[in-house]
């Protein structure tokens, strides 16, 4: 009997723990409705910067900046080498929570897939890379050991800023939203810069 009281009382110790555990989950405010949209899909929620400005952008400075003719003035000048590129920092200096990274990563991945230019990793890959090469060095076979310091050197390094002008009527009803992105293109060896884009979204939300 009293091995049946335990089991009991602890039994419903578990279920008062999950039912709580269940309530701070749901925040008191009942669960999410969650429905799936096509990623390209514009979904405004609010007037920040979102993923279609992102998308808007980095779509169209990479198209701007593999049509001008530094591209084609390189290869020229090394017999046909296509230019390597570092994608470094853009800057977020906007009031908004913006990832940067998931932008740079869109930018490479413009670069890399258009064939004209070759793109390096980022820094901190290449720390792990070299932790890797490192690694292999005391644990590899020797016949599959990489080299050190045969990395390929950058000819170029992308360098960009976010910045925003906000405008908001008297009766705070009516919010201008403006959004510039600049990218540049430098040459790592001469601080040359051989491009510049900048790319502007603007939006109207009223309440």
């Known amino acids: 009997m009293r091995r049946f009281v335990r089991s009991s009382l602890f039994v419903a110790g578990v279920g008062a723990a999950v039912v709580g555990v269940s309530g701070c989950a749901g925040g008191g405010g009942g669960n999410w409705g969650v429905s799936r949209v096509d990623p390209e899909r514009t979904v405004d929620v609010d007037y920040r910067f979102q993923d279609d400005d992102a998308r808007q952008v980095y779509r169209g400075m990479i198209a701007d900046c593999l049509a001008r003719p530094w591209v084609d ?113 430098i040459d790592i060896e001469s601080n040359e810069k051989v491009w510049i884009g900048t790319q502007e979204v603007k939006k109207v939300a009223r309440r």
Do not use: C, H
């Open 73 to 185: 003035n390189f290869m020229r000048e090394r017999g046909g080498n296509r230019p390597v590129v570092f994608v470094g920092t853009v800057r977020n200096e906007t009031s908004d929570y913006i990832d940067t990274k998931l932008f740079t990563k869109r930018v490479e991945e413009e670069l890399i897939n258009s064939g004209r230019v070759r793109v390096v990793a980022d820094r901190d890959q290449r720390s792990e890379i070299r932790d890797e090469r490192a690694q292999g060095v005391a644990w590899n076979r020797p016949e599959t050991v990489k080299k050190q310091a045969m990395e390929q050197g950058a000819d170029f390094i992308m360098l960009g800023r976010v910045g925003e002008v906000r405008q908001e009527s008297n009766d705070r009803r009516a919010i201008v939203q403006y959004y510039q992105v600049n990218l540049e293109l």
